[in-house]
């Protein structure tokens, strides 16, 4: 880890001291990223990040990476993140990396080191009590990380550089172990048609048992480099309507995931107040589609509060309630 952080420290700082101390544009420090990027990954996925992203960072396969992202290949559609940072918070490297590699790199401790001041009134906890027999229970299925990768190709190779395979853009191969099969592969993401026979195996053996189901995001691939607002829509609206069609009378309670947003692990707080970075075109488009999912009698409270800020709480059953929380907030991978 000490000679990782000391590669991060040196490279984030010299990137900042370009930016801040020499004038060079963003354009010009996009275009230094490229080489930089490529040291661990594929040139082309960092290529292809260079042209259609602004900065921000991804976790792909437990590699750590410094992308750069957009709304597409114009950089002024979106303003880039990093550079806001810059502008207006004061990037430092050692902090920056503390909060990439964790561990004890750079400012951990500092970073590390907080307090959160609890206001007057909070109850002393209690030993949970066990409830007693014949006390009423309910049977919940969760599904959560799915990832399903609408390129998914049967026959490409899932041995590859990239740090996704078994998609219409990397090569087929002629190798049958190593080629994706129909049902997936260990190396890559899942196929829609594998994702709806689970979920038709689960209706089968225990759909009627199934009181609720619990639903926690992370829909769309880990090409992130690829990525669009438009495409995580899709794969998660594919979502939406595979457990509808296999589970159309149950109720289903949703969560959100770090990878629905794009850039991917952005979550911008509402009190930001800066339109660019605005998170509601993804909150307000998940929870039109999940709203279908609850009774109609839910359906108001759901929509606007997580609408408004991708969290909420309802009243399912008599003496239930149920609170989702947004965690995405605090991720430390959240610029």
């Known amino acids: 880890m000490d000679l990782t952080c000391s590669a991060c420290v040196g490279a984030v700082g010299s990137?900042?001291?370009?930016?801040?101390?020499?004038?060079?544009?963003?354009?010009?420090?996009?275009?230094?990223?490229?080489?930089?990027?490529?040291?661990?990954?594929?040139?082309?996925?960092?290529?292809?990040?260079?042209?259609?992203?602004?900065?921000?960072?991804?976790?792909?396969?437990?590699?750590?990476?410094?992308?750069?992202?957009?709304?597409?290949?114009?950089?002024?559609?979106?303003?880039?993140?990093?550079?806001?940072?810059?502008?207006?918070?004061?990037?430092?490297?050692?902090?920056?990396?503390?909060?990439?590699?964790?561990?004890?790199?750079?400012?951990?401790?500092?970073?590390?080191?907080?307090?959160?001041?609890?206001?007057?009134?909070?109850?002393?906890?209690?030993?949970?009590?066990?409830?007693?027999?014949?006390?009423?229970?309910?049977?919940?299925?969760?599904?959560?990380?799915?990832?399903?990768?609408?390129?998914?190709?049967?026959?490409?190779?899932?041995?590859?550089?990239?740090?996704?395979?078994?998609?219409?853009?990397?090569?087929?191969?002629?190798?049958?172990?190593?080629?994706?099969?129909?049902?997936?592969?260990?190396?890559?993401?899942?196929?829609?048609?594998?994702?709806?026979?689970?979920?038709?195996?689960?209706?089968?053996?225990?759909g009627d048992e199934i009181d609720y189901i619990m639903i926690t995001g992370d829909y769309p691939a880990h090409d992130v480099w690829l990525q669009s607002r438009r495409s995580n829509l899709e794969h998660t609206r594919t979502v939406h309507d595979l457990v509808t069609k296999v589970f159309p009378d149950k109720m289903i309670l949703p969560g959100v995931g770090n990878h629905e947003s794009f850039p991917c692990n952005s979550y911008p707080p509402k009190d930001l107040d800066v339109p660019e970075f605005s998170i509601q075109w993804l909150y307000s488009e998940l929870a039109e589609y999940y709203s279908s999912w609850l009774p109609e009698d839910l359906r108001p409270e759901f929509v606007d509060q997580f609408s408004q800020n991708g969290y909420y709480t309802l009243k399912i059953r008599p003496g239930l309630r149920l609170a989702m929380i947004n965690p995405n907030g605090c991720l430390g991978y959240n610029l």
Not at 42 to 62: E, F, P, R, S
Not at 142 to 147: A, E, F, P, V
């Open 15 to 206: 990137v900042i001291f370009d930016y801040e101390t020499l004038g060079l544009s963003l354009e010009t420090l996009i275009k230094l990223l490229v080489p930089l990027c490529s040291v661990v990954l594929d040139h082309d996925v960092c290529q292809g990040a260079v042209n259609n992203y602004a900065v921000n960072i991804c976790l792909i396969k437990q590699t750590y990476l410094i992308y750069v992202m957009s709304n597409g290949n114009n950089l002024n559609y979106l303003q880039p993140e990093i550079k806001w940072i810059m502008d207006n918070r004061g990037l430092k490297a050692k902090r920056f990396c503390s909060i990439l590699l964790g561990g004890r790199c750079g400012d951990w401790e500092e970073v590390n080191g907080w307090d959160v001041s609890l206001p007057e009134g909070k109850p002393e906890p209690q030993d949970p009590v066990l409830p007693g027999n014949g006390s009423v229970s309910y049977k919940v299925l969760h599904l959560s990380d799915i990832h399903l990768d609408l390129s998914y190709k049967v026959g490409a190779t899932s041995v590859c550089d990239l740090p996704m395979c078994c998609s219409n853009h990397t090569a087929m191969t002629d190798d049958p172990a190593k080629a994706a099969g129909y049902w997936g592969s260990y190396n890559c993401d899942l196929p829609h048609w594998t994702f709806e026979d689970m979920l038709l195996n689960i209706q089968e053996q225990h």
